[in-house]
């Protein structure tokens, strides 16, 4: 891998980790027109940006790292459980589900559920305003929305928002809570990753993995303030939107 695929495979995963388009879905299509094999390298680079990402979550909240904030972080773990043990169960056939075909029909299907739910919602007053109001109920409903983020191009942030959204909490308190639940589920899956692929480190070039890093790091700080800034104006319709136009796109490519 080159130092200019390095930086936008790291400013696409920053990008797209945290809002509600599919950051796998994105990486996939990505490495496919780049002719990028998805070899163990690959996929350790991969693992790499990741973790950049997480880094960015914990920069941008550093605030909720402390005992004032304990309850909140149980909410997280228990969120955490469903999809924690679904993967771990049913990990192989989660691998089989990574294909082009797969992401382009749930780009188009997340991007239609987020209308219906916008259009359902649009005058609803939210009764959670603030993350740390949300119940044990709540936070484990959230967790179960975000399994079907297992399935390729659904969306890991996409499905939690939805998720959150359906049992009471607004826009804002839902991203914010998806930006926090992503820190167990990524340290989960780069860990896994990385006790995989960590051999194939040895001998990679240190400066396309240092490039990516950074990129996907300072892109996902940015996109997390950025996105917050965005909903407390407008809603997901633009988002909706986006995955339905370009999951056509993909679809029109593939066909072809």
């Known amino acids: 891998m080159d130092i200019l695929q390095s930086i936008i495979l790291g400013l696409i995963e920053g990008a797209t980790e945290f809002l509600p388009i599919s950051s796998t879905g994105h990486?996939?299509?990505?490495?496919?027109?780049m002719n990028i094999e998805q070899?163990?390298?690959?996929?350790?680079?991969?693992?790499?940006?990741?973790?950049a990402a997480i880094l960015a979550v914990v920069a941008n909240y550093s605030e909720k790292f402390s005992l004032k904030y304990m309850e909140l972080w149980q909410k997280v773990i228990l969120a955490f459980i469903p999809i924690?043990?679904?993967?771990?169960?049913?990990?192989?056939?989660?691998?089989?589900?990574?294909?082009?075909?797969?992401v382009v029909i749930m780009f188009i299907i997340g991007g239609v559920i987020f209308l219906i739910i916008e259009y359902f919602h649009k005058d609803k007053v939210y009764p959670i305003q603030n993350v740390e109001d949300?119940?044990?109920?709540?936070?484990?409903w959230i967790g179960v929305a975000q399994v079907f983020a297992l399935i390729p191009g659904t969306s890991r942030a996409g499905s939690t928002i939805i998720g959150a959204m359906l049992?009471?909490?607004s826009r804002k308190a839902s991203a914010e809570f998806s930006f926090l639940l992503a820190l167990p589920v990524m340290l989960a899956a780069s860990g896994f990753d990385l006790l995989k692929h960590y051999q194939d480190f040895i001998g990679m070039d240190i400066l396309p993995l240092l490039v990516g890093f950074v990129v996907a790091f300072v892109s996902s700080w940015l996109v997390m303030r950025l996105f917050i800034q965005?909903?407390?104006?407008?809603?997901?319709?633009a988002f909706g939107v986006?995955?339905?136009v370009?999951?056509?796109?993909?679809l029109w490519m593939v066909g072809t």
């Open 39 to 51: 070899n163990d390298k690959n996929k350790a680079f991969e693992v790499i940006i990741q973790l």
């Open 167 to 169: 049992v009471g909490l």
């Open 134 to 140: 949300l119940s044990y109920r709540q936070a484990m």
């Open 242 to 244: 986006y995955r339905i």
């Open 246 to 250: 370009f999951g056509l796109l993909l």
């Open 230 to 237: 965005f909903l407390e104006r407008f809603t997901f319709v």
């Open 27 to 33: 990486m996939i299509v990505a490495s496919e027109w």
């Open 84 to 102: 924690g043990a679904v993967a771990l169960v049913f990990h192989s056939q989660i691998k089989a589900m990574f294909t082009v075909e797969t």
